[in-house]
């Protein structure tokens, strides 16, 4: 059996750890050890429901999970091949009823299922967490999701995330110190229903993301990254946009201001050879990318790789965006942040297209740099109160 070992961060929680770096929000003695959070169930589903809350914990790096009371326990040794985990499942709400635990200062996933807990196990290297694209995963037929978040001195990052799969519908909030709420993640009305049926309907392999129980019941969509990588979506998905594009700054001029509080900050890409050189003002060629395939686009890695620098990596945040959302072609200065311009070529993620469609404040985490020009599906607060995750109805 083969399992995906995932480092505790995954994408979207690495930015919003990113984001704790650069804005230092919150007062330090602002944020007690633990904040409650508040699980609520509208699902209209009667099954029983699990909560995970596994991470790492900020004050010794050790990675774990925490019970309902917030109190840490470091996984044990695991071993090769993999080992059962603990059992670290809390006993969620019933439809139409809410739990408060509590939160502690983590950078981790809260994970949800229904009516099966889920199968972690454990390696020599840490957490095996679940790999729905393999076919042999023991989570492949359980119904379940998670949301992703950093709490720590400066406050709370808490996200609903797609960078995976669509699944179990959910929306995450945080209270205030004024009371005040603020949340995201919620789906339109029949915005569950309606990605799944758009999905189906869009031509090219993109109906073959839906992976369904024997008695076709639907368990999720996978996202196109692990559609190409088990051969259900074309390998060659984004080629026809992707030579369009070299075609274009082969004569032209791609303008990349990567900060928005740097305007100033700027890199121009040309492309010679079938290679997209990079300069700076001065001329020198700081960095270079070979043509993306569909899997570095949808995964924002390999050709596309976004190491924590402050010169490549946000420049391929950048072109990644601008890869997923095709809108390279229409605007030579990136990154375009206006949603205007978001998914209009042929050859797009249709993915993404369809969950931010059908989102009620149009903002997901689709892909992994979907923060760039703020779409992404976050909310942050430096003095939280507490934090919220709902259940949402499958319709």
Same mark, same amino acid.
């Given at each position: 059996?083969?399992?995906?070992?995932?480092?505790v961060l995954?994408?979207?929680a690495?930015l919003a750890?990113?984001?704790?770096?650069?804005?230092?929000?919150?007062?330090?003695?602002?944020?007690?050890?633990t904040?409650?959070?508040?699980?609520? &169930?509208?699902?209209?589903?009667a099954?029983?429901?699990?909560? %995970?809350?596994?991470?790492t914990n900020?004050?010794?790096?050790?990675?774990?999970?925490?019970?309902?009371?917030?109190?840490?326990?470091?996984? *044990?040794?695991?071993g &090769?091949?993999?080992? *059962? !985990?603990?059992?670290?499942s809390?006993p969620?709400?019933?439809?139409?009823?809410?739990?408060?635990i509590?939160?502690p200062?983590f950078?981790g996933?809260?994970?949800?299922s229904?009516?099966?807990?889920?199968?972690?196990?454990?390696?020599?290297?840490?957490?095996v967490?679940?790999?729905?694209?393999?076919?042999?995963d023991?989570n492949r037929?359980i119904?379940f999701?998670?949301?992703?978040?950093?709490?720590?001195?400066?406050?709370?990052w808490?996200?609903s995330?797609q960078?995976d799969m669509?699944?179990?519908?959910?929306?995450?909030?945080?209270?205030?110190?004024?009371?005040?709420?603020?949340? #995201?993640?919620?789906?339109k009305?029949?915005?569950?229903?309606?990605?799944?049926?758009a999905l189906?309907?869009?031509p090219?392999?993109w109906?073959?993301l839906?992976q369904?129980?024997?008695?076709g019941?639907?368990?999720?969509?996978?996202?196109?990254?692990?559609?190409?990588?088990i051969g259900?979506? *074309? !390998?060659?998905v984004?080629?026809?946009?992707?030579?369009r594009v070299?075609?274009? %700054?082969?004569?032209?001029?791609?303008?990349?201001?990567p900060f928005?509080?740097?305007? &100033?900050t700027?890199y121009?890409?040309?492309?010679?050879?079938?290679?997209? &050189?990079?300069?700076?003002?001065?001329?020198?060629?700081? #960095?270079?990318?070979?043509?993306?395939?569909?899997s570095s686009?949808?995964?924002?890695h390999?050709?596309?790789?976004?190491p924590?620098d402050?010169v490549?990596?946000?420049?391929s945040?950048?072109?990644?965006?601008g890869?997923?959302?095709?809108?390279l072609?229409?605007?030579?200065n990136q990154?375009?942040t206006?949603?205007?311009?978001? %998914?209009?070529?042929?050859?797009?993620?249709?993915?993404?297209?369809?969950?931010?469609?059908?989102m009620?404040?149009g903002?997901?985490?689709?892909?992994?740099?979907?923060?760039v020009?703020n779409?992404?599906?976050?909310?942050h607060?430096g003095?939280?109160?507490?934090?919220?995750?709902?259940?949402?109805p499958f319709?």
């Amino acid at each position: 059996m083969r399992f995906k070992l995932l480092a505790v961060l995954t994408a979207a929680a690495s930015l919003a750890a990113a984001i704790l770096i650069t804005t230092g929000a919150g007062k330090a003695d602002a944020v007690p050890p633990t904040i409650p959070l508040q699980i609520s &169930n509208n699902s209209g589903r009667a099954d029983p429901v699990y909560i %995970y809350n596994l991470g790492t914990n900020l004050s010794t790096g050790q990675q774990g999970w925490a019970d309902a009371a917030g109190t840490f326990h470091p996984w *044990p040794a695991g071993g &090769n091949p993999p080992t *059962p !985990a603990p059992d670290a499942s809390i006993p969620g709400p019933a439809n139409g009823q809410s739990i408060t635990i509590q939160m502690p200062k983590f950078s981790g996933r809260v994970y949800f299922s229904y009516g099966q807990k889920l199968v972690f196990k454990l390696t020599t290297g840490g957490l095996v967490q679940p790999a729905v694209q393999n076919p042999s995963d023991p989570n492949r037929d359980i119904v379940f999701n998670w949301t992703e978040y950093t709490l720590n001195d400066s406050g709370i990052w808490i996200n609903s995330t797609q960078v995976d799969m669509f699944s179990a519908p959910y929306a995450v909030g945080v209270q205030q110190a004024d009371g005040a709420t603020k949340n #995201t993640g919620h789906l339109k009305p029949g915005g569950y229903t309606g990605f799944f049926n758009a999905l189906r309907s869009q031509p090219g392999g993109w109906a073959n993301l839906i992976q369904t129980k024997s008695d076709g019941t639907v368990l999720r969509a996978l996202a196109p990254t692990y559609g190409v990588e088990i051969g259900a979506l *074309p !390998a060659n998905v984004m080629d026809d946009y992707v030579n369009r594009v070299f075609s274009k %700054y082969s004569s032209e001029t791609l303008t990349v201001t990567p900060f928005a509080d740097q305007p &100033n900050t700027k890199y121009y890409g040309r492309v010679a050879g079938n290679v997209m &050189n990079f300069t700076s003002s001065s001329g020198a060629v700081v #960095t270079s990318f070979q043509k993306p395939d569909a899997s570095s686009i949808f995964g924002c890695h390999k050709l596309l790789d976004a190491p924590n620098d402050l010169v490549r990596g946000p420049i391929s945040r950048t072109l990644c965006a601008g890869y997923n959302r095709s809108t390279l072609l229409v605007n030579p200065n990136q990154p375009d942040t206006s949603s205007a311009n978001f %998914y209009l070529d042929a050859v797009t993620n249709h993915y993404a297209r369809k969950i931010h469609a059908q989102m009620a404040d149009g903002k997901a985490y689709a892909f992994a740099f979907d923060d760039v020009g703020n779409h992404e599906s976050l909310v942050h607060d430096g003095n939280p109160q507490r934090a919220y995750i709902t259940l949402d109805p499958f319709n």
